[in-house]
């Protein structure tokens, strides 16, 4: 498997503007790295060190200013902005928004089935 440099560089840059806006460093998971030969974070270090910076978010109990049932994600969009939330999706999905064809449905997808 080859390494996407450029794909990498645009990871790297989104984790140093979620690092500059969150106040910490993003964790990053190591060993899945070197399986997908992507910088990946850790989601649950980051879930723990949103929890730990913000007193206001209860991370265990998903709350967040008295407000429940608040997912991380919900969480994110709503203290830091959709762009935040934009780019985490984007460092966790990224091998689901591959622009190889193959792994797009084909064109007569969900066409003809009975009803």
């Known amino acids: 498997m080859s390494v996407d440099v450029a794909s990498n560089s645009r990871r790297y840059k989104m984790i140093y503007q979620l690092n500059k806006l969150f106040g910490f460093r993003m ?9 997908t030969h992507q910088i990946e974070i ?15 978010y209860k991370g265990k109990i998903a709350r967040y200013k008295g407000l429940d049932n608040i997912s991380m994600s919900a969480y994110i969009r709503i203290k ?4 935040a939330h934009v780019m985490i999706q984007k460092l966790i999905n ?3 928004q591959s622009n190889d064809s193959t792994q797009r449905s084909p064109p007569h997808a969900g066409r003809n089935k009975r009803v």
């Open 27 to 35: 964790p990053i998971d190591g060993p899945l790295s070197l399986v």
């Open 42 to 56: 850790d989601l649950i270090k980051r879930d723990d060190r949103l929890t730990e910076y913000d007193p206001d």
């Open 80 to 83: 830091f902005g959709e762009e």
């Open 94 to 96: 990224h091998k689901n």
